[in-house]
Each structure stands twice: as C-alpha cells, then as structure tokens.
C-alpha cells in the first residue's frame, strides 16, 4: 500500500519550454502532496505543499510563478516549469501523505534536463 | 519544526549490526519520528515510524528513549544492498511539513 508515482521519470527540454510532471497516489486518496527539489549530492528541498482544491504554498524563495501546482484531486497533483532554464534541471520528488499522522510517501522522482 | 542532528557517513561490513542515532532535542509533543532511506536518483522510501519506545518491523527497529530527545534505527545484518542514504525526520500532523537535514550515508563493505 500506499504508492505514489510519477511521470515522467526523466524528461529533456529545450531552454525555454514547459514542462509538466504528475504525481498520482495509486491506492490511496492523499491529504496532502508535497513537492521537492534534489540537487546532486544534496538534500531535498521543500517547494511547495498543496492540499486538493486549494492554492498551493510555497516555500520562501521558490518563484510560484515559474513552478505552476495544480492539485485537482486527492490522487492527482501536478507540477509545471514554465519557461525552464538550464538551472532548473534536477530531481524532483513528490510526496503524498496519508493517515492521523499524515506521512509522507514519495514517487520515485522525476530527472529533469534543460538544455 | 524540530532539528534533526545525524552523523553525516558510517561504514559497515556486511552481516553486521548497524545503529544509526538521531538526535532531535526540540522535539515536539505531537511529532512522530520517522526514517527513510534513499538510494540515487531514487524518491525516499519509507521505513518506519514511531512516537516512544521501540518499534518493530520487517526490516528494521527504531529505539526511541523515554525523553524522546532522540531516536536510533537499528538495521540487523546489512547486505551490500543497505548502501544508501537514511534520513531522520520528525513532525505531527499538521505540521508534518518535513525539513531533510543531510542524512547519514552508510556504505556497507563486502
């Protein structure tokens, strides 16, 4: 139980383009999903959290205008990088959390690379 | 949000024991301690969780000391396989936004 996946799981981009990535929670109806960023060798870093139907909040320093979060349901929520540069490429992760203590399960990640 | 303070490496020979502590002073009276493991270019991976005393499960245990102030996951006989990054976490719900520290990378040695 409690899988959450992604899609996709690596994606390339010209500089400048759009870029969509989802998050679903395939056996369970999440309360809440969460976003992070993953640079080689670091830690992940918190973007955004989201709960269905309502707006996304974002962690200081994180533009919510170039990571665009729609959460449309409690399976289902996406992340776009609109217009992505070279410094947006990375891992990033999702998470989708269940429960009374509302933990946290995450997708396997999706690799992005903005050429 | 309470810190979280883990060694940042250990090394391990395979079959052995290995005890990862984590401290997290500030812990609050909702939290849960939790731990995950990641390996690269991998989402982490939830291995458990608990609130006091001891938690058992089918890879691992968590010893959690009564002042809760910090946690240790034991891990019995590591295989070459257990290389990977592990990640202490605390928090409750709602508040369970979670801050990654650095994790402790444990290389497991043949």
């Known amino acids: 139980g409690a899988v959450v996946s992604q899609h996709p799981s690596w994606v390339i981009c010209k500089s400048g383009t759009s870029v969509k990535i989802e998050c679903r929670s395939l056996d369970f109806q999440a309360t809440t999903m969460f976003w992070y960023r993953q640079f080689p060798k670091q830690s992940l870093m918190l973007m955004a959290t989201?709960?269905?139907?309502?707006?996304?909040?974002?962690e200081q320093g994180v533009e919510k205008d170039k990571f665009l979060i729609n959460h449309a349901s409690l399976t289902l929520s996406t992340l776009t990088v609109t217009s992505a540069h070279p410094e947006d490429s990375s891992f990033y992760i999702c998470?989708?959390?269940?429960?009374?203590?509302?933990?946290?399960?995450f997708g396997p990640g999706t690799r992005l690379l903005v050429l | 949000l309470a810190k979280t303070t883990q060694p940042i490496s250990m090394d391990s020979y395979e079959g052995q024991e290995v005890n990862i502590t984590c401290s997290h002073n500030?812990?609050?009276?909702?939290?849960?301690i939790t731990w995950y493991q990641q390996f690269p270019s991998q989402g982490p991976r939830f291995i458990i969780q608990g609130y006091k005393t001891k938690v058992t499960n089918e890879v691992a245990s968590l010893f959690i000391p009564a002042d809760r102030k910090s946690s240790t996951l034991s891990l019995p006989r590591v295989s070459l396989s257990d290389t990977a990054v592990y990640y202490c976490l605390v928090g409750g719900a709602g508040s369970y936004q979670l801050t990654f520290g650095k994790g402790t990378k444990l290389s497991v040695i043949p």
């Open positions: 998470s989708a959390s269940i429960g009374q203590v509302e933990t946290q399960y």
């Open positions: 500030n812990i609050a009276t909702n939290d849960y």
């Open positions: 989201s709960n269905e139907g309502s707006k996304a909040t974002y």
